[in-house]
């Protein structure tokens, strides 16, 4: 289990591409939000902690080069929206078949499922900003709007927006971080300040989910009344 640990863990990401970490970073978001088997990969975690690297001090006491703040808030950004993009290419090119195969380690159903439930309580502007903040969702999603045929012009539009605020959300937060905290103790804020980050953005989704009850608890019958729905 130690090697499903690593993989989850955003600071030996960091630590063992070492000079490429820059270029990691980057095909990480790549993977993550454009190839199915990326649903795994610390998006989140690595985005602030990429942000916590790029201030020097922080970078230096861990022993790695420090990461360029520049090149994460534009190279980010990009990787995140063309991921996306080939995710909903795929999902409009292959249809639901690229998810018929047996549930597996590295695949279940269940993920697909709760992506088009995601899209269909939210509908699909909501839902492509709301997914990037919601990991195995952020990696479905795409395709998902692809399968169910959701406008590539459209898409593109939300998947920019979303893209945008969720990688430099988390990138700033994390180099506020790096700048405000002793490096020796870094490993303590990592994963406390992803926790915010992410519990701060589920705050529409609860409140989406709370709007969309209530309004079906006052669905109007034929005759004009409402009714409460069980």
């Given at each position: 289990?130690?090697?499903?640990?690593?993989?989850?863990d955003?600071?030996?990401w960091?630590?063992?591409?070492?000079?490429f970490?820059?270029?990691?970073?980057?095909?990480?978001?790549?993977?993550?939000?454009?190839?199915?088997?990326?649903?795994?990969?610390?998006?989140?975690s690595?985005?602030?902690?990429?942000?916590?690297?790029?201030?020097?001090s922080?970078?230096i006491?861990m022993?790695?080069?420090?990461?360029?703040?520049?090149?994460?808030?534009?190279g980010?950004?990009?990787?995140?929206?063309?991921?996306?993009?080939?995710?909903?290419?795929?999902g409009?090119?292959?249809?639901?078949k690229?998810?018929?195969?047996?549930?597996?380690?590295?695949?279940?159903?269940?993920?697909?499922?709760?992506?088009?439930e995601?899209?269909?309580?939210?509908?699909?502007?909501?839902?492509?900003?709301?997914?990037?903040?919601?990991?195995?969702?952020?990696?479905f999603?795409?395709?998902?709007?692809?399968?169910?045929?959701?406008?590539p012009?459209?898409?593109?539009?939300?998947?920019?927006?979303?893209?945008?605020?969720?990688?430099?959300?988390l990138?700033?937060?994390?180099?506020?971080?790096?700048?405000?905290?002793?490096?020796?103790q870094?490993?303590?804020?990592?994963?406390?300040?992803v926790?915010?980050i992410?519990?701060?953005s589920?705050?529409?989704?609860?409140?989406?989910?709370?709007?969309?009850?209530?309004?079906?608890?006052?669905?109007?019958?034929?005759?004009?009344?409402?009714?409460?729905?069980?």
């Amino acid at each position: 289990m130690d090697w499903l640990l690593n993989l989850l863990d955003p600071t030996w990401w960091l630590t063992i591409l070492g000079a490429f970490a820059t270029v990691g970073v980057l095909a990480i978001i790549f993977a993550e939000t454009g190839l199915l088997l990326g649903f795994f990969l610390p998006g989140d975690s690595l985005l602030v902690a990429a942000g916590i690297f790029s201030s020097a001090s922080v970078a230096i006491g861990m022993g790695i080069e420090p990461i360029s703040l520049p090149v994460l808030l534009i190279g980010t950004p990009l990787c995140a929206i063309a991921g996306a993009q080939l995710g909903h290419f795929l999902g409009a090119r292959f249809g639901r078949k690229m998810f018929d195969k047996p549930d597996s380690k590295l695949f279940k159903k269940e993920h697909v499922l709760r992506a088009e439930e995601f899209f269909e309580k939210f509908g699909p502007a909501k839902a492509i900003v709301l997914a990037r903040f919601v990991p195995i969702v952020r990696t479905f999603m795409n395709p998902v709007a692809g399968v169910l045929e959701m406008n590539p012009k459209r898409f593109f539009v939300w998947n920019v927006i979303g893209g945008v605020i969720w990688t430099e959300s988390l990138i700033l937060l994390g180099h506020f971080l790096g700048g405000q905290v002793d490096p020796k103790q870094i490993d303590k804020y990592i994963l406390p300040g992803v926790f915010l980050i992410v519990l701060i953005s589920l705050i529409p989704i609860f409140v989406e989910a709370i709007k969309a009850r209530r309004a079906r608890k006052n669905v109007p019958t034929p005759t004009g009344k409402h009714h409460r729905v069980p």
